[in-house]
C-alpha cells in the first residue's frame, strides 16, 4: 500500500481534505515519543485500491523551532518510527494566499520527492477579484496542480484519479543562490555525499538547511536529528565551509529564504491577475472592524459564550432525560430480574449508577464540542486569540498562549499538547502550568450538577450565565497565577504576537461532525473503562467490610470509602463538606467528572434515598443536627473548588511528559492548595454575610 502525506501551511483546509479522502477510516493518536498528534488515514481510489494518507501537523516551514515542526520534517524524511515514508506528498495550498504557501512547496519540492499541489479554496479567489492561470502554474512548478474545493468535495475525485494512475515528475531547481553561496552549498553537498556513501536521497534538502545555520555546534545537531553523524575529517571540513559562509557577511542565513521568495513571486506575477482595482472592503475586513475592536469585540465574545452555555442548557434537557430514564429502567430490570447479592448490587448501585451518572453528561460535552468546532472552522478562533492577546500581554503571555488554553476548555490534554508550537520554555511552561485552569467539558457535569440543586427552579439563562461566570473566574485564576509566575519563579518577556487572521469561511458541517464523533468516543470510551473500572472500585469501598446489622448511611460510614470521608472531613468541613463528599473529593482526584458518578454510588448505597434522583438526594442530604447539607453556599463552593482544582490523573502524566516530573508534582500541588484555600474563603466569607 502506497503512503500518501497532506502537508500545508495552518488555515489551508488540509484537515478538510484529509476527513473528505479518507472518510470515516481514520484513526487518531500519538508519534512514538511525544505528545504530537497523529493522523493516519485509509483513502480509496476510482479503481478499488486503497492508500494509506498521514496528516502531518500543519507548518510554514520545514525549519525547525517546536516539536510539530521537527514531526513534520521527520516524516517527511522517513525518520519517524512506525511510520512510512511517504511515496508522494499532497501540498495543500490556499489559493487565496498563493505566495506564502508555495514556500513550504519550494522546501518539499527539495526534497526530491513526487509532489502534487491540491489548490484548494478555488471558489474565494472571485470574492477577491482576482484569477489564477491552474496550468501555467503547473508548468512553472513543474508539478501537477489539482484546482478543488475540499469543503465540497470538488476535485477531490480528480486528486484520486492522479493518485491511482500516477504522474511523471522530475524537478529542476529554479532559486538560485549568489555565486559564493552556491559554491559553498556544492561543497556542503559533496561532503554529506562522501560521507553518506551517496546513499542518502535528501543530501540537497539537508545541504540547503545546514546554510542557514549561526555555528558549527548547530549544524552538528542539526545533522544529528536528520540522522547524519560527521567523522571528524568531515566535521573539521563542515568547520571550514561554516567559517568561509561567515566571511560572506550576515546575509548568507536569510539568502535561502530571499532566494525562494524572489523565485515565488516571479511565478505568483505570472499566474495571478487582478480582475478589477476595486478599493471596497471585504467582508472578512468588514467583519473584523466589529469582532476585533477594543470594545465591540469583547461583547461579541461574552455573547457567543453564553449562547453556548444557554444551548447546553436549554438543547441538552431533553435527550439527557432519555438517557436518564434508559438507565433508572436498566436499573429496575436488573432489579427484577436477578436474585438480591452482591452482584445485583454491584451491577444497580455500582455499575449503572456510576457510568449512568457521566454518560448522562454526553449530549452537554456533544454540544460543547461543536461550538468549538464551529468557531474553529468560521475562522473565528483566530479573532478570539488577537482579542485576548491585549490581555494576556498584560499578565505576561501573548495570544499564542490563547490557543491552547482555549482548547483547555474541551480538555487540558489536547491544551498542555498544543503549548508545543510556543517558542518561549518559559512561556510554554507557564502556559502549562495554568492550562488546567480553564474550565474543561469533565467539569460539565459538576456544574450542571450543582448549579441544578444550588436554584432548582431557575431559568435556561440564568443557567447559562452561572455556568459562563464560572468559566470567566476559571480564566481570572489562570491569568493571575499567570502573572504571578511571570513575575517570580518563570521570569520573561513576552515576545511579539505575530498570527493569521484567515478569512471567514463557511463551516465543514462533516468535518465538525468527525470532531464531535471522536471527541465523544473518547468520552463514551472513558466512561466505559475508567469511570466503569473506577465505579466498581468505589462500590467495594463503600459495601466492604459489610456487617449485615448495618444498612443505608450507618453501612455506608463504617465502609473502608467512609472511614477515608470520615478521617478527611476535619479538613475539609472548613468548607462546609461532609464526609460523603470527602468521598466524592477522593474519587475525582482520578478525573473530575467521577465526583458525580461517585455521589451517585454514594447516594444509592443509602437507604435514606433508595433509587431516588440525585438532585433530589442532594437537597434531602442533611448534617447529623438536621441542617441541610447541600446549601446554596456549598453548591458554590463545589463549584469553586472544582474550578481551580487538578483533579486528573491523565492532565498530570500529560504534563509530566511534557514538561517533567518536578513540574507535575508542583501543579498538582499548588492547583490542590490553591482550590482549598479560595474554597475556603468563599464559604468562610459567605457565612460571615448570612448566607
Known amino acids: 500500500m502506497k503512503t500518501i502525506a497532506l502537508a500545508g501551511n495552518p488555515n489551508s483546509g488540509k484537515t478538510t481534505l484529509f476527513n473528505a479522502l479518507t472518510r470515516l477510516r481514520q484513526k487518531t493518536g500519538n508519534y512514538p515519543g511525544v ?19 498521514i496528516d502531518i501537523p500543519g507548518t510554514y516551514s520545514l525549519s525547525v523551532r517546536s516539536p510539530d515542526e521537527k514531526i513534520a520534517r521527520d516524516v517527511l524524511l522517513g525518520l519517524v518510527p512506525g511510520t512510512a515514508r511517504p511515496d508522494v506528498v499532497v501540498c495543500v495550498v490556499d489559493a487565496g494566499n498563493l505566495e506564502r504557501n508555495l514556500y513550504l512547496v519550494s522546501q518539499i519540492q527539495d526534497l526530491g520527492m513526487p509532489v502534487i499541489i491540491a489548490l484548494n479554496m478555488m471558489d474565494e479567489l472571485p470574492a477577491k477579484n482576482v484569477s489564477l492561470d491552474v496550468t501555467l502554474l503547473s508548468t512553472l512548478l513543474q508539478v501537477p496542480v489539482v484546482p478543488m474545493v475540499a469543503l465540497r468535495e470538488e476535485g477531490v475525485g480528480a486528486l484520486k484519479s492522479l493518485l491511482q494512475d500516477g504522474f511523471a515528475y522530475q524537478y529542476k531547481r529554479q532559486w538560485i543562490l549568489p555565486a559564493a553561496i552556491e559554491e559553498q552549498l556544492n561543497e556542503l553537498i559533496r561532503l554529506l555525499k562522501h560521507e553518506t556513501g551517496h546513499h542518502d536521497e535528501f543530501i540537497f534538502f539537508k545541504a540547503v538547511t545546514l546554510i542557514s545555520q549561526a555555528t558549527l555546534e548547530a549544524n552538528e545537531a542539526l545533522l544529528r536529528e536528520m540522522g547524519i553523524v560527521l567523522s571528524p575529517a568531515s566535521l573539521e571540513e563542515l568547520k571550514k565551509t561554516q567559517e568561509r559562509l561567515g566571511l560572506l557577511g550576515p546575509h548568507v542565513r536569510s539568502a535561502v529564504i530571499e532566494a525562494r521568495y524572489h523565485w515565488i513571486k516571479s511565478v505568483c506575477v505570472q499566474t495571478v491577475k487582478r480582475l478589477s482595482d476595486s478599493g471596497g472592503q471585504d467582508l472578512t475586513q468588514r467583519i473584523d472592524r466589529v469582532v476585533t475592536h477594543k470594545a465591540w469585540g469583547w461583547l461579541v465574545f461574552v455573547g457567543l459564550m453564553a449562547l453556548m452555555f444557554y444551548t447546553i442548557f436549554a438543547i441538552a434537557t431533553v435527550p439527557m432525560d432519555w438517557i436518564n430514564a434508559a438507565f433508572e429502567w436498566a436499573g429496575r430490570w436488573v432489579s427484577g430480574h436477578m436474585p438480591q447479592g452482591f452482584l445485583r448490587d454491584l451491577i444497580v448501585h455500582g455499575i449503572l449508577a456510576g457510568v449512568g451518572g457521566v454518560i448522562i453528561f454526553l449530549p452537554q460535552i456533544l454540544i460543547l464540542f461543536f461550538f468549538i468546532g464551529l468557531l474553529q472552522d468560521t475562522g473565528y478562533m483566530a479573532r478570539a486569540a488577537f482579542l485576548m492577546d491585549r490581555l494576556m500581554n498584560k499578565v505576561g503571555l501573548h495570544g499564542k498562549s490563547f490557543i491552547p488554553l482555549l482548547s483547555s476548555f474541551a480538555c487540558a490534554i489536547p491544551g498542555i499538547m498544543a503549548t508545543r508550537t510556543i517558542e518561549s520554555p518559559k512561556d510554554r511552561l507557564v502556559t502549562m502550568l495554568v492550562a488546567p485552569l480553564m474550565s474543561c467539558s469533565a467539569r460539565l457535569p459538576v456544574y ?44 520573561g518577556r513576552a515576545p511579539v504576537f505575530i498570527m493569521e487572521l484567515p478569512p471567514y469561511r463557511f463551516p465543514s458541517w462533516k468535518t465538525i461532525l468527525i470532531q464531535m464523533l471522536e471527541r465523544s468516543a473518547l468520552f463514551v470510551k472513558r466512561a466505559g473503562t475508567i469511570i466503569l473500572a473506577l465505579s466498581i472500585v468505589l462500590w467495594a469501598l463503600m459495601t466492604f467490610p459489610y456487617d449485615p446489622h448495618k444498612g443505608g448511611t450507618e453501612a455506608l460510614k463504617s465502609s473502608y470509602a467512609g472511614q477515608m470521608g470520615t478521617a478527611l472531613e476535619p479538613a475539609i468541613k472548613p468548607l462546609g463538606f461532609d464526609w460523603r463528599i470527602g468521598i466524592g473529593l477522593i474519587g475525582s482526584f482520578a478525573a473530575r467528572e467521577v465526583f458525580v458518578s461517585t455521589m451517585n454510588i454514594v447516594f444509592n448505597l443509602s437507604q ?84
Open 35 to 53: 505528545t504530537v498528534e497523529k493522523k493516519v488515514g485509509i483513502c480509496q481510489l476510482p479503481g478499488g485500491g486503497l492508500t494509506e494518507v
Open 448 to 491: 450542571t450538577l450543582m448549579i441544578g440543586v444550588l436554584i432548582p427552579a431557575a431559568n435556561v439563562w440564568t443557567k447559562a450565565l452561572i455556568m459562563l461566570s464560572m468559566y470567566f473566574l476559571g480564566i481570572a485564576g489562570a491569568f493571575t497565577m499567570a502573572l504571578i509566575f511571570k513575575k517570580t519563579i518563570l521570569k
Open 608 to 691: 435514606d434515598t433508595p433509587a431516588e434522583n440525585l438532585r433530589a438526594a442532594f437537597a434531602r442530604a442533611s448534617w447529623p443536627d438536621g441542617k441541610p447539607l447541600f446549601t446554596p453556599l456549598v453548591c458554590l463552593v463545589l463549584m469553586v473548588f472544582y474550578v481551580f482544582a487538578l483533579q486528573c490523573l491523565s492532565t498530570v502524566g500529560i504534563m509530566w511528559r511534557e514538561a517533567g516530573g518536578a513540574w507535575a508534582a508542583f501543579a498538582l500541588f499548588y492547583l490542590t492548595g490553591l482550590a482549598y484555600v479560595i474554597a475556603l474563603l468563599v464559604y468562610q466569607a459567605g457565612r460571615l454575610l448570612g448566607f
